[in-house]
């Protein structure tokens, strides 16, 4: 089992006072301090202790200690959890005393985790998911983080990979041993299988960038000219006066941003400045903020006046194939006949808000819908080249012509999940082919 020299420790609670605080341990280490601190020898696996915690002869505090055994641990190696009061000068006291023992020093950022990849404990996916769990504050964030956490990205892009190391090892055997019989339907099972990979990475990537934007967060850019009450309905959608609203036109310059978990899902609304021709400098640059926060949105809310139903005011052209509700605002205002289809709402008496809710929430969990999906750019780039390289595979005519491609089509998904062994190719082999013989 691998171990780095050094034994690390850290904090793995939140900073700030609290009940009880965990100090984590991890490295070869480990049962020396577990006796200097808490005077435990031969500590159990899996257990845990209520112990004094001390330094020398002065008392630090006490609490429960547990010792997890290598490999049996987050990180693969010998690890301790000291949970202590969440006091800050407990904490202090007790990193002091780590410190002053031999081979300890502080971990460093996603140590634990690093270590965790290394010692083969979770992939990278897995160890990404970890840290998206960490940071999820929405329920579907949470579902998300949690899935990959249990590996069902790594697992599907190790079971693709898994598939091409084993033709690989085919055709990589053939040219090194042309004088083994390859079965003649061999190659065009291959031809089929890299065929069948690239429509089903096609189709993984073709997912709108779902995974992503749940992490990131569903944009919703209010636009509109001035005065229309595009600041009124920011602060009538979050309830809270999140933007000055004001008869003036012109009111708002910069973005106000409102962050909101909507029915478990992250949701970043953005209240903007009013679009016209301004010749103002603080202003137009207000109105051009505005225009590229839209473009960059996943729905835009197009706020119209009510009075003036039905003659709309035209969003600029480069939105034009973006997902646009548009509302009419200020219907208390407004005496029309409208049609059912129309949206009209009112910042000010809050009618129409709760329908234009349901509909934000329908387009909210239409568009995160779905099986596994890609979360972040990096695997989304490996799988490109992917799909890249087994089409070439697939081009080729020959099966020697195809192993490089081969390669590196497994390459890059096993840069995805941190795990491309040497051997790996050679165990293929032998367990197949009887090389040896
Ligand atoms: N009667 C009525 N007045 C409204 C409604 N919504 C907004 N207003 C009024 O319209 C004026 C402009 O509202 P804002 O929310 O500041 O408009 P805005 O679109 O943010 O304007 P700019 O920031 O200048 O682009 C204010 O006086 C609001 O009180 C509504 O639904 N009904
Ligand atoms: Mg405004």
């Known amino acids: 089992m691998y171990q780095s020299g050094d034994t690390i420790y850290a904090l793995a609670s939140g900073f700030g006072t609290a009940g009880v605080a965990v100090i984590r341990v991890s490295g070869p280490a480990v049962l020396t301090v577990l006796e200097k601190l808490c005077g435990l020898k031969n500590p159990k696996s899996n257990y845990a202790y209520f112990r004094t915690i001390h330094s020398g002869k002065k008392t630090l505090d006490k609490g429960l200690v547990l010792y997890f055994k290598a490999p049996h641990s987050f990180t693969g190696e010998d690890v301790a959890e000291l949970q202590i009061h969440g006091g800050r000068g407990v904490i202090q006291a007790i990193q002091q005393a780590l410190s002053e023992i031999p081979g300890l020093r502080p971990a460093e950022r996603g140590e634990y985790s690093r270590r965790a990849v290394i010692n083969g404990k979770m992939d990278l996916t897995e160890a990404e998911g970890l840290l998206d769990l960490v940071h999820a504050e929405t329920e579907e964030q949470r579902k998300q983080a949690l899935a990959q956490l249990d590996g069902n990205l790594g697992q599907l892009y190790e079971s693709w990979r898994k598939q091409l190391v084993h033709h690989l090892a085919y055709a990589e055997a053939f040219i090194d041993f042309p004088e083994e019989e390859i079965p003649p339907e061999k190659e065009q099972e ?39 009450g595009k600041s009124s309905l920011i602060n009538a ?86 997902r646009i509700i548009t509302l009419w605002n200020k219907s208390d205002l407004s005496n029309k006949k409208t049609t059912t289809k129309e949206h009209f709402i009112s910042a000010k008496t809050g009618a129409g808000i709760a329908t234009l809710w349901n509909e934000i929430k329908q387009i909210l969990s239409d568009s995160f819908s779905g099986g596994a999906a890609i979360t972040r750019e990096r695997y989304r780039v490996a799988l490109t080249e992917c799909v890249t390289h087994l089409q070439s595979a697939l081009d080729a005519p020959a099966l020697e012509l195809k192993t490089e491609d081969l390669r590196l089509a497994a390459r890059a998904l096993g840069r995805i999940t941190g795990r491309v062994e040497v051997d790996e190719l050679l165990d293929v082999i032998f367990r197949d082919f009887c090389i040896g013989k």
């Open 237 to 322: 959608l979050t309830k809270r006066e999140v933007a000055i609203v004001s008869q003036t036109a012109g009111t708002t310059r910069d973005i106000v941003e409102a962050h909101l978990d909507v029915a478990g899902f992250p949701v970043i609304l953005a209240d903007t400045a009013g679009l016209r021709d301004s010749s103002e400098e603080i202003e137009a640059e207000g109105i051009r903020r505005a225009v590229k926060r839209a473009e960059q949105a996943d729905l835009i809310l197009d706020i119209q006046d009510a009075t003036d139903y039905p003659k709309a005011k035209k969003l600029p052209k480069a939105l034009n194939k973006k």
């Open 190 to 228: 291959i031809n089929r299988d890299i065929a069948d990979l690239i429509q089903k990475i096609s189709a993984h990537l073709s997912d709108d960038r779902r995974g992503e934007r749940l992490r990131e967060g569903f944009q919703i850019a209010i636009l509109g000219v001035p005065n229309v």
